[in-house]
């Protein structure tokens, strides 16, 4: 079993940064990928970024070059965070990290095939106008 446990999060004003923190325990190695998902009203969860066991890294469109993730690992743990800049209102939603046993296809985990995953329990953040 994996446990995600995330902080950060909150109310920010639009242009203003916020960082998510993400920490994942129990049985997990390093060769596990990580990533963010956020889901706005509704039922859809998109991904949003994602980084390998090897540093390699990809985002959606819609955030390429203002998020940037992170990783590290330590003894049973690894750790994401995502830094978010530029925050715009759109950037409004309940923001996940997850956690799949590598290898895998980034683009593929972000956009559908999410079997396996493990899911933090989510996070809001809202950034007004």
């Known amino acids: 079993q994996v446990r995600l446990e995330q902080s950060g999060g909150g109310s920010v004003q639009a242009g203003e940064s916020l960082t998510l923190s993400c920490k994942a325990s129990?049985?997990?190695?390093?060769?596990?990928?990580m990533g963010w998902f956020r889901q706005f009203p509704g039922p859809l969860r998109e991904g949003i970024a994602a980084?390998?066991?090897?540093?390699?890294?990809?985002?959606d469109e819609y955030v390429q070059g203002r998020f940037t993730i992170a990783k590290e690992s330590a003894e049973n743990t690894l750790s994401v965070y995502l830094q978010m800049n530029s925050l715009k209102p759109e950037d409004t939603a309940i923001y996940y990290c997850?956690?799949?046993?590598?290898?895998?296809?980034?683009?593929?985990?972000?956009?559908?095939?999410?079997?396996?995953?493990?899911w933090g329990r989510g996070t809001q953040v809202v950034v007004s106008s």
């Open positions: 997850a956690t799949v046993p590598g290898p895998r296809d980034l683009g593929a985990w972000l956009l559908r095939h999410r079997e396996g995953t493990y």
């Open positions: 129990g049985n997990i190695d390093n060769t596990y990928v």
């Open positions: 980084i390998a066991s090897d540093g390699t890294s990809i985002y």
